[in-house]
């Protein structure tokens, strides 16, 4: 599946990085390189074959439905490229 | 001193013939002097090590210590440390002061150990020859033209040019192993769980794992004893219960310490991609093995060549995930301008991620997008359970599996940087490792020639079955009571 260079804008889109026109095409001539490695999958048949997301068998932990942290506001805000009467400021969302 | 073994440094530290200060004041000296050329360190802040120094000494006074009370030891960049700056060598955390630990890095506080600063790394742990740092390239203290492997290339050279007594990295596609044998000292990735994740900033969750980077198997089961154990703060922290890595050390002596020891060698790792020199290291240290009293089976893994593809599929599908917490809001890099709310991410991160992080979240991206799940991510998880079938294949054959850890030695900087699918192929040996969750460890075996006639170090890989840290050790171990290569040192170092 050959990529193009609206393809690459749109998948910036998505992964919310800005792409400039000049670096587009780049982008596009590393990216395919990388796809071409990755074709190499399709030719193997994996019908019924299960899919594999972890190495161990294991389910989620359960723990008590209790608090197990403290209130570090403060703390993690001091590091904030932006804040205010303890908020996190952003541009405006909400017209 | 600088070439002791933790063994060693803990005894003095003990009998009190050196202090931890002035054990660290010498690691201290020596960074001043080289790191401004070898750049394994971004982070360097002699108060605060001197302050856990002083700390380790009480301790020792007071009779309160153990084996690495008051060592000191470099931390890979890619574990938050309270009160220290924690980049994962990116622009995007350049300012970023950890207001909590990583759960090694805690155990490490705990056990008294001293942290003599945080050491360079590929930018978020991708790459694999730390050429793509924020803060600049690492030299291979064996040849300062030449890389040290990656990503935890700082953590390498640091190792190897003896700018700590030992160093701890992450390996999600052999980013232990691999600048293992690239710089020439021990290095060993564990079973997937075994160390807790909390506080290792996530590069592929379900791939990445911590683990020691030291100078010999010895010192290596050392520091696996203080990073090893369960963990509730990481979902995947196996609950099983704590294990002394140096137990069986003391027994590889003796003629034959390995007799009846089953090692494969997968017939997939000595084929095409291995360079001749590499391959003749590794030939040699297996004949080594066999005067250890081991005996050698061929083993295949014949889907070893799709684990690349897999990866790179796999790999940055987590990390365009993982890595989408990056939005300029909590912490990190904040463009300067912008006109609306993504306007400000897409900046922010446009700007705070290098090239090969934004191609990596770029492909994952595009192979979770609606449509491409099938082809790629499903497609790359069917592939992955055949990997790690292939092992439980080749493990009902052997006890352990051994083969290069990577394809050459160092290659030059700059060699690889154009092309990312070439820098890939480095990982031709390790990455099954990961995918199937499997322990492995890169040793010194010997030297290859560069073609300016210096010397290279090669590794040599063990791969054990889940949860064989202790008997891979072991293996280590012997090898290193008949061999030298682990203390050889760089010259004029």
């Known amino acids: 599946m050959a990529l193009n260079l609206d393809d690459i804008k749109r998948i910036a889109h998505l992964a919310r990085i800005e792409v400039s026109d000049s670096e587009a095409q780049e982008t596009l001539n590393k990216l395919s390189g990388i796809l071409g490695l990755i074709e190499q999958m399709q030719a193997v048949d994996t019908t019924g074959i299960v899919p594999m997301s972890h190495s161990q068998d294991v389910t989620q932990r359960l723990r008590e439905d209790v608090v197990t942290k403290t209130n570090q506001r403060e703390l993690f805000q001091s590091i904030a490229p932006a804040t205010q009467d303890g908020l996190y400021l952003v541009p405006k969302v909400i017209e | 001193m600088i070439n002791s073994s933790l063994k060693q440094l803990g005894q003095q530290l003990a009998s009190k013939q050196v202090s931890s200060v002035e054990l660290t004041q010498a690691y201290l000296q020596r960074m001043a002097q080289l790191n401004p050329t070898i750049n394994a360190y971004v982070t360097i802040d002699e108060d605060k090590t001197l302050a856990q120094a002083k700390v380790a000494d009480a301790r020792i006074a007071a009779g309160e210590f153990g084996p690495l009370t008051g060592i000191p030891l470099a931390q ?58 924020y803060f600049g390239g690492v030299k291979n203290p ?66 990445d794992q911590a683990g020691p980077m030291a100078k010999s198997a010895e010192d290596c089961a050392l520091m696996l004893n203080v990073m090893a154990g369960f963990d509730e ?30 090692i494969g060698l997968p017939k997939e790792y000595f084929a095409e991609g291995l360079s001749a020199d590499v391959a003749q290291v590794i030939e040699t240290a297996i004949a080594e093995y066999k005067k250890l009293g081991a005996e050698i089976v061929e083993v295949s893994l014949p889907n070893n060549n799709l684990s690349i593809p897999v990866y790179y599929v796999l790999a940055p599908a987590e990390a365009s995930s993982n890595l989408s917490r990056f939005d300029g809001v909590r912490y990190g890099h904040r463009a300067a301008e912008y006109n609306d709310l993504m306007e400000m991410y897409m900046k922010s991160r446009a700007e705070g991620f290098g090239a090969e992080v934004k191609r990596r979240i770029l492909i994952g991206t ?22 790690a079938q292939d092992f439980v294949e080749a493990f009902k054959h052997c006890d352990v599996i051994m083969g290069p850890a ?88």
Not at chain 2, 142 to 166: E, I, N, T, Y
Not at chain 2, 248 to 259: I, S
Not at chain 2, 427 to 456: C, H, Q, R, W
Request: glycine share 10%.
């Open chain 2, 76 to 133: 890979k960049d890619i574990f938050c440390a309270k009160g220290w700056r924690t980049t994962c060598s990116s622009k995007m955390l350049e300012t970023f002061i950890s207001p909590y630990d990583a759960h090694v890095i805690s155990q490490f506080d705990a056990a008294g150990a001293v942290n003599l600063g945080k050491t360079n790394m590929d930018e978020f742990a991708m790459g694999s020859s730390n050429e793509t740092s």
């Open chain 2, 366 to 387: 595009y192979v979770l997008s609606a449509g491409y799940y099938d082809a790629y991510y499903l497609k790359a998880q069917q592939i992955r359970r055949l990997i």
């Open chain 2, 142 to 207: 064996w040849d300062v033209d030449r890389v040290p492997g990656g990503s935890s290339g700082g953590s390498a050279a640091a190792v190897a040019a003896r700018l700590c007594a030992a160093a701890t990295g992450t390996d999600t596609g052999g980013s232990i192993r691999q600048p293992a044998s690239l710089c020439g000292f021990t290095g060993l990735k564990p079973t997937y769980g075994l160390v807790s994740r909390y506080g290792m900033i996530a590069f592929a969750s379900s791939l």
């Open chain 2, 406 to 493: 990577a394809p050459s030695t160092a290659f030059k900087a700059g060699e690889k940087t154009s092309d990312p699918v070439a820098m890939y192929l480095e990982d031709l040996y390790t990455i099954a490792v990961n995918l199937a969750g499997l322990p492995g460890m890169s040793i010194p075996a010997g030297f290859a020639a560069s073609s300016e006639g210096k010397a290279l170090p090669v590794g040599l890989q063990i791969i054990g079955n889940y949860f064989d840290e202790a008997r891979m050790l072991e293996i280590g171990h012997a090898y290193q009571q008949v061999t030298d290569w682990h203390t050889r040192m760089p010259e004029g170092i």
């Open chain 2, 233 to 262: 703060r990481d979902s995947t922290s196996v609950n099983r219960e704590k294990e002394d890595y140096t137990r069986g050390l003391a027994n590889m002596t003796g003629a034959q310490p390995l007799k009846g020891l089953r």
